[in-house]
T-cell receptor, first 115, second 120 residues
């Protein structure tokens, strides 16, 4: 079975600063996807970024980037130039390639961006 | 972008009644949809996988007779909470996996806005 661990319940960051959220996972799968989802107060789940395990290069989406360390089973998210609209709960999620669509989520990290 | 709509967004019911929640893909076909449950300040837990035209697959510990899932068309899955009790109060979220028709890549996942169920 897979487990996804987010050890930071809450992170606070000032506007324009950078914050890094940690995520570790445990799996025996060799091919899988990792995701970061954002859930703002509206509760709508929004995909932030995804990483395919067989790709060495770290994914980047504008101000969001990941540090994927496959051997260490670590998948951290860096939010640069934080904006007030980034305030949300962030979930790390794991998906087996052979179980497409079934996501296993971590406990979440609440990010609060302050002016 | 693709839209997945859930209805109702909020529902309050009396204990012992049944409640139906719809998950509809508005502009794409979804042969597979997923139902999650989220308790306050907690993570999303996968309840079941809904496949069009076949029986749903439930995760371990989820009562299939309690949470009835029907996926009658390529754009609609329904979750019925039968004989609801206060402990069933939760936020229910669906996601839909695009089947690849039109301009959506096969396998893309889209989430609904969620449905908050309160059982009195």
């Amino acid at each position: 079975a897979q487990t996804v661990t987010q050890s930071q319940p809450e992170m606070s960051v000032q506007e324009a600063e950078t914050v890094t959220l940690s995520c570790t996972y445990d799996t025996s799968e060799s091919n899988y996807y990792l995701f970061w989802y954002k859930q703002p107060p509206s509760r709508q789940m929004i995909l932030v970024i995804r990483q395919e395990a067989y790709k060495q290069q770290n994914a980047t989406e504008n101000r969001f980037s990941v540090n994927f360390q496959k051997a260490a089973k670590s998948f951290s998210l860096k939010i640069s130039d934080s904006q007030l609209g980034d305030t949300a709960m962030y979930f790390c999620a794991f998906m087996k390639l052979r179980a497409w669509g079934k996501l296993q989520f971590g406990a979440g990290t609440q990010v609060v961006v302050t002016p | 972008g693709a839209v997945v709509s859930q209805h109702p967004s909020r529902v309050i019911c009396k204990s012992g009644t049944s409640v139906k929640i719809e998950c509809r893909s508005l502009d794409f076909q979804a042969t597979t949809m997923f139902w999650y449950r989220q308790f306050p300040k907690q993570s999303l837990m996968l309840m079941a996988t809904s496949n069009e035209g076949s029986k749903a697959t439930y995760e371990q510990g989820v009562e299939k007779d309690k949470f009835l899932i029907n996926h009658a068309s390529l754009t609609l899955s329904t979750l019925t909470v039968t004989s609801a009790h206060p402990e069933d109060s939760s936020f229910y979220i669906c996601s839909a996996r695009a089947s690849g028709t039109g301009d959506l890549r096969a396998g893309e996942l889209f989430f609904g806005e969620g449905s908050r169920l309160t059982v009195l």
